[in-house]
């Protein structure tokens, strides 16, 4: 017998906690609203703590008769009505477009709970990480020459290339972490693989955390528009230089402290997030807008378990697979 007090149950609470954006779009023309968007992030919470991708595999573990499930109905209840499948379908295929913000919120929010940058400078770091595609690869000739893929392949996905992992068809998760003892995410967004990173920079270094005045990047974020847009905002970009190494100049070491302490924080925050979520093979989902709320909501849950285990009194960086494995 499951306990009422359940990790699941608990996460699933703490969605009411967490402060959502100011400033919604204006709703255009159709139906009206009648569930709040927190209904909808907390379903997403469900999909990534017991993974069930897809809409039909979560309403069969909701309908399920069992004493969790009974009170995780009640929580996904609003005024004394519980979504139909359409209205879940509708709603959970367009949460991902706004999951940006939320994950933005609740990064603000945890940043404030556990004061990361207590006896660390205010820094955060920014980088994408690759998440390799579901059925196969869809080569560029082909989709060139219109040749239609195998329908397990996934069309909307990308092709981008690293220098550890070479070419590589899938998406790109780009993220912004704190820069500390705690590998906290304050904001996050996933494109397809072909994205430029300095491009989504633009969007998501708004998100960051007003107290946060140094902004860590690789050389994929050496853009002068980028270097501009964060001096007018009271920040400073620091990047890598570019050319032959070694570099000569007067600033070589300072970069390079900085470029060190920007791997330390957000690639060991990607990695632990893959583990997390499994996420270091193919990813369990097909199109953007499923993709996107995987990997969003793995984000966003990460930051849920952040604040849990930071008001209980646990480790903020051991444990955090094994936690979320039990809920």
Known sequence: ??????????????????????????????????????????????????????????????????????????????????????????????????????????????????????????????DSTILRATGGVWHKKHREQGVVPPTAMDTEAHWTTSGWQGWVYGWKLHLVTGVAAVWSPVAADLTAANQADHEIALRLLPERPPEARFVLGDTAYADPALHQHCAATGRLLITPGRGPYPHADDGVEVRRLFHQLRSLAIENFNEQCKGMCDGHGQVPTKGLSNTRRFALGAIFVSQLVLGYRFEHGLDLRVGLKAFLKAA
């Open 1 to 126: 017998m499951i306990r009422r007090d359940s990790l699941l149950v608990t996460l699933l609470k703490l969605v009411d906690r967490v402060p959502m954006p100011s400033s919604l779009p204006q709703r255009g023309k159709g139906r009206p609203k009648v569930y709040a968007d927190r209904l909808f992030l907390k379903a997403v919470v469900i999909m990534i703590v017991r993974p069930r991708h897809r809409v039909h595999e979560l309403l069969s573990v909701l309908n399920e008769p069992t004493a969790e499930m009974c009170i995780v109905r009640a929580l996904l209840t609003e005024a004394g009505r519980f979504p139909t499948r359409r209205t879940w379908e509708r709603r959970l295929n367009a949460l991902p477009h706004t999951l940006p913000a939320p994950i933005g919120c609740m990064g603000r929010c945890v940043v404030t709970l556990i004061d990361p940058w207590a006896t660390y400078g205010r820094a955060v770091a920014i």
